[in-house]
């Protein structure tokens, strides 16, 4: 062998020799440690209605004046808290007054006359019975005297409407309360029926608010009603409802009675919340199990048992079904005593092994235990 022929095999042995070197080895990952809960099956899911309604006084009305005339006076103004028979306003009634001056002038005359016709009478009775007087004259003497006291009737009504009139020129309170609006000015005239105030009653309100027939028909009168009004829960009793649909809201009525001590403004909103129980195969979970999975459908990760207490993290396909600000209530490929695992995710994938530490579901019992200790 030549001197370059055994360089050159030496050369090609250097790699093969460095090849033959041992490897050292990694050491295994212990599996990832995670908390689990198991998932129970229930046949049906809450589902919580929001619904607006309105505070409303029931004797809440548009007070006016009944008849027509001048405002002269206006003694109250947006606001202010009236009394039962307090004036409000008044119209002007210088033509009234003038009126029944002219009629107690006529009834004075009428009364003259009267006076005149029955001294005639008597005379003219006297004479006749002497037999100077015809029963003619005294018939037309009768027949005057009784169209002089129907005059006389007739003018008294008249006065007497007029006082009426004078009467209900003066607006009052029907009851006590708030004036929340005015709809006259000093000076305005108004009209027949033509609203002058509108007068909240001082006391008790109720609330109505409109429920759609489907869920109404599911209801008991006895139902649990809850509400609030700007986050403060309302004490509400059931009254009544409406017989018919409202055609614009398609809606049906519903009245409750709202407790004096609570201090509320005609016009408030009100929310009642009604539960439905909907009737479907479900699991309720925590929302921080879900994460996203294919074509509009979410996963949840369970344990499946690989013997020896190891686990390996399985992916499932599901469906959300209903969801509020802290659980999931879902359906898919679940079945009841599944292990869930509902914290720590974004460290797993599936296939990956893991070892249960502890359940999940104890872990939240114990801390609402707590809360309410402390509380």
Known sequence: MTRFQWLTATLLA???????????????????????????????????????????HPLTSEIGFE?????????????????????????????????ADQLRASLAQNQADLSLTQATLKRQLSLSKQGYQSEQQLDELRSQKAQLQARRQQLQANLQSVGIR???????????????????????????????????????????????????????????????????????????????????????TLRFALGPEQRLLNGQLMYLEVEEQITATN????????????????NLYVLEDLGDDNYQVGRRDIRVLHADQHHAWVAGAIDNDDRLISTGLQRLVSGQRVTVIGDQSQMVVSQAAATEAAL
């Open 14 to 56: 250097l790699p093969l020799s460095g090849c033959q070197q041992q490897i050292p080895q990694t050491p295994e990952k212990a599996p990832t440690e995670v908390y689990a809960q198991s998932i129970q099956m229930q046949n049906s899911y809450p589902v919580t209605h929001r619904f607006v309604g309105r505070v409303y």
């Open 67 to 99: 008849p027509a005339g001048t405002v002269d006076q206006i003694a109250v103004d947006l606001g202010q808290k009236v009394t039962q028979g307090q004036p409000l306003a008044t119209l002007d009634t210088r033509l009234l007054h003038s009126e």
């Open 166 to 252: 004078l009467q209900k020129s003066t607006l009052t309170a029907p009851y006590a309360g708030t004036i929340v609006q005015r709809h006259l000015t000093q000076g305005q005239v108004t009209g027949n029926g033509q609203p002058a105030f509108t007068l909240v009653p001082d006391g008790a309100a109720e609330a109505r608010v409109g429920l759609p027939v489907r869920l109404l028909s599911r209801l008991p009168l006895d139902h649990p009603w809850r509400a609030s009004i700007d986050g403060r829960p309302l004490t509400l009793d059931y009254i009544g409802r409406s017989a018919e649909v409202d055609p614009a809201t398609r809606t049906v």
């Open 283 to 298: 699991a309720r979970v925590p929302l921080t199990a879900l994460t996203a999975g294919l074509r509009g459908l979410w």
